[in-house]
Nanobody, 120 residues
Framework: VQLVESGGGLVQAGGSLRLSCAAS??????IGWFRQAPGKEREGVSC????????IYTDSVKGRFTISRDNAKNTVYLQMNNLKPEDTAVYYC????????????????WGQGTQVTVSS
């Protein structure tokens, strides 16, 4: 499985960005979005199942971020609205398994990441 993220950039607080994760062979796996800010551990943001499309979000992004997948395009999206400076991080998509929350150890395939910077 190969994963390529895109859509990151610089945005002002309150703005929006949509991240894309293009993947080969991803229909077999749940897809998760993770982020890592400088000096912090990688954090699970959201994931979407490969079967019924069920989704999970970490509390800090609930109501602001939406994950979706388009199997025909082999792409998963993360729509991020009302962005805050604390959302600044490198965002990674990954393929694996999603249970009660997205945990890095449950995902075996990773993209290279895309930088999201939110200015105040």
């Amino acid at each position: 499985v190969q994963l390529v993220e895109s859509g990151g950039g610089l945005v002002q607080a309150g703005g929006s960005l949509r991240l894309s994760c293009a993947a080969s062979g991803f229909t077999l796996y749940a897809i998760g979005w993770f982020r890592q800010a400088p000096g912090k551990e990688r954090e699970g943001v959201s994931c979407i199942s490969s079967t019924d499309g069920s989704t999970i979000y970490t509390d800090s992004v609930k109501g602001r971020f939406t994950i979706s997948r388009d199997n025909a395009k082999n792409t998963v999206y993360l729509q991020m609205n009302n962005l805050k400076p604390e959302d600044t991080a490198v965002y990674y998509c990954a393929a694996g398994a999603c249970y009660s929350d997205p945990r890095a150890r449950d995902f075996g395939y990773w993209g290279q990441g895309t930088q999201v910077t939110v200015s105040s």
